[in-house]
């Protein structure tokens, strides 16, 4: 079974600061992805950025980026410029590459971005 | 539609009624997933559904839980004799392949309250 960990349940970062939430996993598939979602207060969950095992290049979408080091099993979300509307749960999460699979999320950092 | 629905919105029920939690995927998704969200809790897989079959069911934690999904578009959550315990955000999903790569598309969820 796979486990996602989040190690960091709130953290806080000035507007315009940079911030990295942590995430590691324990698995011994070698092939599979890696996930961020955000879940604002309205409840729904977004994709924010996705990061496939078996590519070395670290996935960036704009002011997102990971740092994804698979023999660590470590998979952290950098977010540069931090906006006010970023204040949000952040949730980690795994899939196996498999075709019918299901994600296996972390329990969470809550980030609240301050003035 | 436009994007996953989820109804109710809020449910508040007393313990031992029934509750069912409808949930509305983006049209054409193939993909439907029921996940928990328990307070301060990462979330928790409970069913996945592949057209109107469930190929793993193995989150749903009681004989009390059970899913449908019909026509392999609206899908029906239902709880008998709720419990206590059973107080969770419930979160639905869905995602256009089935070899997915794993962007799923989440609801608003349904807040589900036992008294």
């Known amino acids: 079974a796979q486990t996602v960990t989040q190690s960091q349940p709130e953290m806080s970062v000035q507007e315009a600061e940079t911030v990295t939430l942590s995430c590691t996993y324990d698995t011994s598939e070698n092939n599979y992805y890696l996930f961020w979602y955000k879940q604002p207060p309205s409840r729904q969950m977004i994709l924010v950025i996705r990061q496939e095992a078996y590519k070395q290049q670290n996935a960036t979408e704009n002011r997102f980026s990971v740092n994804f080091q698979k023999a660590a099993k470590s998979f952290s979300l950098k977010i540069s410029d931090s906006q006010l509307g970023d204040t949000a749960m952040y949730f980690c999460a795994f899939m196996k590459h498999e075709a019918a699979s299901k994600l296996t999320f972390g329990t969470g950092t809550r980030l609240q971005v301050t003035l | ?115």
């Open chain 2, 1 to 115: 539609g436009a994007g996953v629905s989820q109804s109710p919105s809020n449910k508040v029920t007393e313990k031992g009624k029934d509750v069912e939690l409808r949930c509305d995927p983006i049209s054409g998704h193939t993909a439907l997933y029921w996940y928990r969200q328990s307070l301060g809790q990462g979330l928790e897989f409970l069913i996945y559904f592949q057209g109107n079959s469930a190929p793993d069911k193995s989150g749903l934690p009681s004989d009390r839980f059970s899913a449908e999904r019909t026509g392999g578009s609206v899908s029906t959550l239902t709880i008998q004799r709720t419990q206590q315990e059973d107080s969770a955000v419930y979160l639905c999903a869905s995602s256009l392949n089935r070899v997915t790569t794993g962007e799923l598309f989440f609801g608003e969820g349904s807040r589900l309250t036992v008294l």
